[in-house]
């Protein structure tokens, strides 16, 4: 479970961490990679969060899981965009618990689409003897293209595929069949959860699944525009109450005023098309949780960009980055990038300072968090005597995995004799650790005197 503490008083058994500013004078990393949203689809499983793999959008996988490829056009663009900067999706199917497309035919050959929605209808079953033998190939068909073919002698031997089920009395023999099309498919209506919005349900999957970054937090329904608190919510207790180090991209929700959450008002267009600003916010979901804690957004290009939806002048993206909003602008060699990578963060708490606001040493935060966590988990939490070796055997893991950070840059000035001290707590299954760490951020500005002589 996890999370932060307080006092040294958890009752279950895991790793808690603390992040606090240290006063200054004025003068192996964790796997990323996993964003999710939710969104209506005319296929796909219900109620479970769909896995969702980058590679799938471009081989034709993604068809038989969503009903989408990357060249579905506008109905594809939320997943081209997620997918953008990262490997894989979790995505929910908000209008899922609809009806199944059927289909029986006079030979006794009956077919169920394996996901209730209207691309069912596009479903037909064909059946062609094979010569002057009793073994025909039954074909499932989707919109006019064979997506899979079995050869049988009788219908019972046929076994579902990614599209159908199927059903015969046993042993009936099979018959050739023109073309069995199936209908009645009916998409479903979203589902009011507990809490009295249609994406409850959603969240609730994802504060079981510990497996994803970035959640995009998309209004993608007029009927239900609480999404953004929602979000908000959930992050804030996936890590402080979960420990599970997420973060959400929201629209126009600078006042979260939270690391956890990036919000943004824009979006951007291209030759051929318009990425408006519910897309844009899973595009910058996608590319944060893509983003290595060696990595900044900050001054990133948008691929293909040639404008921008919902332009700001130099006065308000100054005004937007100090009230925590995240802005993509036009460079001077006429590029659109993303100005700063920030989260809405502005009014920083006394425990922190603006290293908070910045989203790559967030990152880098997170991770220590996370392999702290996971190394606490698998490797020592009831199975380490809490005496000198087993928790220099902890300290040794930190070390290294600190010492990899400041290989790559995520910090700097670690010394290992004197910026890791672990000792037993107030209890005797307690283990305290204390970690001194300098984040590092990428150049963002910088200034040139030219002294002239």
């Given amino acids: 479970m996890g999370g932060t503490f307080t006092s040294m008083n958890k009752i279950r058994p895991d790793t808690y961490i603390n992040f606090v500013a240290v006063p200054q004078q004025s003068d ?19 109620n479970t969060l769909i896995e969702l793999y980058s590679t799938d959008l471009t081989d034709g996988s993604s068809f038989s899981k969503v009903g989408l490829t990357a060249y579905s056009g506008s109905a594809s663009q939320i997943f081209r965009e997620a997918l953008r900067g990262c490997a894989k999706a979790l995505v929910w199917r908000l209008n899922g618990n609809g009806i199944q497309a059927t289909a029986t035919d006079k030979s006794g050959l009956s077919a169920t689409a394996l996901y209730s929605g209207v691309l069912g209808n596009s479903i037909a079953i064909t059946s062609t003897q094979k010569g002057t033998t009793n ?10 293209e064979v ?52 994406f409850t349900p959603y969240f ?36 402080e109450t979960k420990g599970i180090k997420v973060q959400a991209v929201v629209l126009n929700f600078p006042q979260a005023n939270y690391e956890g959450i990036i919000s943004i008002s824009q979006g951007y267009t291209t030759d051929s098309e318009s990425i408006q600003p519910t897309i844009f916010a899973a595009t910058i979901a996608g590319l944060t949780a893509g983003a290595e804690p060696n990595q900044s957004l900050t001054n990133y290009v948008i ?21 925590g909003q995240m802005v993509i602008a036009q460079r001077q060699d006429g590029q659109i990038a993303i100005v700063q990578d920030i989260n ?23 991770d220590i968090a996370t392999f702290c966590q996971i190394t606490g988990i698998q490797r020592y939490i009831g199975m380490i005597s809490n005496d000198d070796t087993g928790r220099n055997l902890l300290k040794s893991e930190i070390i290294a995995h600190l010492n990899q950070l400041v290989a790559i840059e995520c910090i700097q000035s670690f010394d290992s004799s004197k910026d890791i001290v672990i000792s037993q707590g107030d209890e005797i299954n307690d283990v305290v650790i204390q970690l001194w760490i300098q984040p590092i951020d990428a150049v963002e500005k910088i200034y040139i005197t030219v002294n002239v002589t």
């Fill in 28 to 46: 192996g990393l964790s796997n990323r990679g996993v964003v999710t949203f939710a969104t209506n689809l005319d296929w796909g499983a219900s």
């Fill in 204 to 239: 609730t999957a994802l504060q079981s699944n510990t497996q994803w970054n970035t959640l995009a937090a998309l209004d993608v329904t007029a009927t239900d525009t609480s999404i953004s608190n929602e979000a908000a919510a959930l992050v804030t207790y996936m890590r």
């Fill in 147 to 198: 997506m899979d073919t079995q050869t049988i002698a009788t219908y019972d031997q046929l076994v579902s595929n990614d599209w159908v089920t199927f059903s015969s009395d046993i042993g009936k023999a099979a018959k050739s069949i023109a073309g069995m099309q199936l209908s009645g498919g009916v998409n479903g209506t979203p589902t009011v959860g507990s809490s009295g919005t249609i």
């Fill in 344 to 366: 809405t963060l502005y009014l920083v708490p006394t425990n922190k300072n603006s290293d908070w606001q910045k989203n790559r040493i967030i990152r880098t935060l997170d």
């Fill in 303 to 323: 691929p293909s960009a040639t404008g921008i939806i919902n332009p700001m002048t130099d006065d308000q993206i100054n005004t937007a980055l100090a009230n």
């Fill in 135 to 144: 073994v025909f190939d039954i074909s499932t068909v989707v919109n006019g």
